[in-house]
């Protein structure tokens, strides 16, 4: 009879897709208990615009105009670019590969930036555990 397998294959199917939004709501969560923990060292991260995709089998978050700044060196910097991506696939969540797209740009809080760098892609690949950075490579 073709019913087991068909409802077999829903119901895993189903499942995936809660498994798949239950995770994105899980790193939404540490992402958001992250940039609480750095604002409090004197960083400050935002967005312009935030998004997650990437089902099924990938997380991506994509944050354009991403701003940074360091409150706590003197003179306070910022650090900003034209986009930002990042992706994790789900069967290697330990393994983080980002890009900027650029102009990235890195000057003193609220003058004008001293320093412009523009390329085609920049990506880094870092290897991360809970408590800290495996390794990281990164390419210009």
């Not at 330990?94 to 085609?120: F, K």
């Amino acid at each position: 009879m073709i019913v087991a397998p068909s409802a077999g294959l829903v119901v895993l199917a189903l499942g995936w897709c809660a498994a798949w939004y239950f995770v994105t709501s899980q790193t939404q969560t540490m992402l958001t208990a992250w940039s609480a923990r750095e604002q409090a060292r004197g960083h400050i991260y935002r967005c312009a615009e935030q998004s997650m995709s990437g089902f099924p089998f990938r997380m991506e978050a994509r944050c354009r105009a991403p701003s940074g700044e360091l409150r706590d060196v003197v003179p306070p910097l910022v650090l900003r670019a034209k986009e930002l991506r990042t992706v994790a696939q789900i069967y290697q969540p330990t393994r983080v590969t980002a890009e900027a797209v650029g102009p990235v740009s890195l000057g003193e809080v609220g003058r004008t930036p001293s320093l412009i760098a523009n390329w085609t892609r920049a990506s880094a690949d870092v290897r991360v555990t809970p408590a800290t950075i495996d390794s990281l490579s990164v390419a210009l």
